[in-house]
């Protein structure tokens, strides 16, 4: 699933432009997913401070 | 408070604040929300534009300007640099604005001539029927108030989710994303009145690295790099602070900026039944220089004016609509992404060698018009070679 690494996203929604599912959303400073995400991943790569990452739950 | 108003805008960027500005000096009833509770804040820009182009929408005014450009400069990777000036346009070629006063400026103006604005308020879905929109539900402080509108104009910005909500697809392909982090330095030694560009795959993959003076020795420093490009340790954030490192090890920062920009096609259709998307939510970026500033405030006026006429024939359809969506197309501004979109999509394709072979065959130039336009032009007439490379910048020169 996703994460979101509030004390890294500089909520600035570069994230939200690229996700295919429209599961992102960022309200004033404060980034959602909802329960859409497929965790593609497409949001995570494209972050310029790497504040997303999808963690598989076989490796958690 | 008031529940219906002939146009609703949902973002008050430049685009929004243009649409809402134009909309309301035509006697229209405007309602403007920004989900932001103060207008141009956090800034996510570089803040460049041309003199020309700002001046079509707004006077200059110093309070929102800090610094005028005589001139930029591309680096290539070899660290070779072309030069380019204007004398033609006396010197001044365009300024550096100050995104949190420019703004608030336009929200201002939109509301001098007689729109409501609503800060801190946020459009969180659109009101449907039929499957057409008519307003959109607005939450304010837990709120949650409906709003109807003969029509919504979508102006929310490279995180557009309105449209989207409403039918039309806005999602930009991972490689055409630019991924971007910036520092706003102050203590750095910089010619005040140039814009420089570094190119290079070390330097910023499949886009470039920026300079853009705020004042003597201030400056906005950033980058942006593809979507594809960038990954866990060669992030944006990564590639600046090299370049931080070796050219400004004892600036100082005083803000952090990040931030994404689409540089790919416009959206296929900007419109829908009563909805017109504007700026950076339609995705008319300049595919070639990430700028949208004037695309935003461009697009804004022309559907304020379009939903004037429509709202006037009472025929607020997504075929009345359509005329927006054609006349944006046609004019120099949607002619300049497409051309762009090509001068781009060659450009990323490139190795080192022939960025710098491209920058070496010109050292200084003259333009006659400061544009992307003649500097491709100028570059061509000396590297006649690079038509035969790419059909689709021989139409450039036609």
Redesign the interface.
């Known amino acids: 699933m996703l994460t979101i690494h509030r004390d890294i996203c ?11 599912t ?1 599961s992102l ?5 404060y980034l959602t997913v909802d329960d859409t995400c497929s965790s593609c991943g ?1 949001c995570a ?6 504040a997303l990452e999808v963690i598989h739950e076989n490796k958690v | 408070m008031k529940t219906k108003y002939d146009v609703l805008i949902v973002g008050a960027g430049p685009g929004g604040s243009i649409a809402a500005r134009t909309a309301a000096r035509s006697g229209l009833s405007v309602c403007l929300v920004e989900k932001r509770p103060a207008v141009g804040a956090p800034v996510r820009c570089a803040e460049g534009i041309g003199k020309e182009a700002l001046q079509e929408f707004v006077e200059p005014d110093p309070r929102w300007i800090s610094a005028e450009m005589d001139g930029a400069a591309v680096v290539a990777p070899d660290g070779t640099t072309m030069v380019l000036e204007s004398r033609m346009a006396g010197g001044k070629v365009g300024y550096i604005l100050d995104r949190k006063f420019f703004d608030r400026e336009l929200a201002w103006q939109a509301a001098d001539a007689g729109a409501d604005i609503r800060v801190k308020t946020r459009a969180s879905a659109p009101i449907m029927k039929d499957g057409r929109v008519t307003g959109a539900k607005l939450e304010y402080c837990g709120k949650v108030t409906n709003v109807t509108a003969d029509i919504v104009i979508a102006a929310d910005g490279v995180e557009s989710k309105f449209a989207k909500w409403a039918g039309i697809d806005t999602t930009v392909p991972l490689r055409e994303i630019m991924s971007g982090a910036q520092y706003v330095m102050t203590d750095i030694d910089i010619d005040p009145k140039k814009t420089i560009f570094y190119l290079g795959n070390e330097v910023a993959p499949e886009g470039y690295l920026w300079v853009f003076p705020k004042g003597e020795r201030s400056a906005n420093v950033g980058i942006g790099i593809s979507g594809k490009k960038s990954g866990n340790g060669h992030r944006a954030k990564d590639y600046l602070d090299k370049f931080v490192k070796q050219h400004f090890p004892h600036g100082k920062t005083v803000e952090f900026v990040v931030g994404g920009v689409s540089v790919c096609r416009p959206l296929e259709c900007t419109v829908a039944d009563n909805m017109m998307l504007v700026g950076d939510a339609a995705r008319v970026v300049d595919p070639l220089t990430g700028g949208g500033i004037y695309n935003a405030m461009f697009t804004g006026h022309l559907a304020a004016k379009t939903a004037v006429e429509c709202i006037a024939n009472g025929d607020t359809s997504k075929k009345a609509l359509m005329a927006y969506d054609r006349a944006w197309r046609a004019s120099p501004m949607g002619k300049t992404i497409e051309r762009n979109y090509k001068v781009k999509e060659y450009l990323i394709t490139q190795p080192d060698e022939k960025l710098n072979a491209i920058v070496n065959s010109v050292s200084e130039l003259d333009l006659s018009e400061f544009s992307t336009f003649q500097l491709v032009k100028e570059i061509l007439k000396k590297n006649p070679k690079l038509l035969l490379e790419l059909k689709a910048l021989a139409d450039i020169m036609s």
Do not use: N, R, W
């Open positions: 500089g909520y600035c929604g570069c994230c939200v432009s690229v996700c295919p429209g959303e960022l309200i004033d400073a497409v790569k494209a972050c310029p401070l790497g």
